[in-house]
């Protein structure tokens, strides 16, 4: 989640997960481009300004849904090893991309994106400069070019190619470049 | 076009160009996500059909109509400098994108990716092997990994970015990997 997620007891975190239950079950039923904050609101049965005050538009709450799996808290792989580590990191980006429902979500985030950075690309560029920037070995160019971006063009537009060898394709071409 | 031009005289070419007239007008006030069919026959002065006809969806219309300025059948560079060539081939489809209705119509497409190749990718990877392809320096996944895939990316995501030291950047790495 990109919002900072505020510990006010178990109803916000209900209401939170009733809307994100919502939101998959309309992504799969109609397609991306046509789930509307109001539609989302009656099927979670919560009152739609709830959904509007946290995201403000259907786009940008796509995007944060998506990239909730891809939690930006969860450990990173930091073995020292930095080819093994940037392995690690992108299988997890692929993994999470070959769940129909979270490239049927990029998909819907893409129709509106371009007017300013998504929370998950923020969240991947820092990630990948956690694992490789220290070391000098990649900047945020490199990461976006060499890693996050053909990774997502693939998730859009050939989400069959998502496979086991694309992080390894990837991260030897980087690191070789 | 990826559909074959009929030269069936100019009626046919008046159709098409009043229908393209009608897309660009229509996703430059509304957005790609809500152009439709019928909304587009009707600004085109055209029956439905026709427009169904030529290409069954709107993500298909939209797709197609996209990659419109960028013809498959126009000259390639082919000066026989392999970097040049790469570069100015880059250049064009990096000054495409930088149009706002072409990474608008870009984005719509996107919206309905996934089901099958896009006609504007097989143009694109065909044209990149045939630069790159005959002299062995770089293969399909070269293509779309190291210079489609991040192009596009950043016409979704990142269109201020799409800048005149892209195209140089993303060659050299792609011929250094």
Redesign the interface.
Known sequence: MSAPVRRTGGRSAAVLSSIRFAVEELVRER???KVTIPLVAERAGVNPTSVYRRWGDAATMLNDIATYRLDPTRELPRTGDLRADLIAWCREIVEHYRKPIN??LL??G?????EQ??EC?RNRRAEGLAIAGEAGALDA??I???L???I???A????WTLDEDLPV??V???L??
Chains 1, 2 share one sequence.
């Open positions: 397609g991306a481009e490239a049927a998909r819907g893409s129709a509106s994106a371009g950075e998504t690309l160019d490199d976006i070019d060499g996050v971006g053909p997502v063009y693939r859009i537009f050939l989400p394709r990837l030897d071409k980087v070789a470049a």
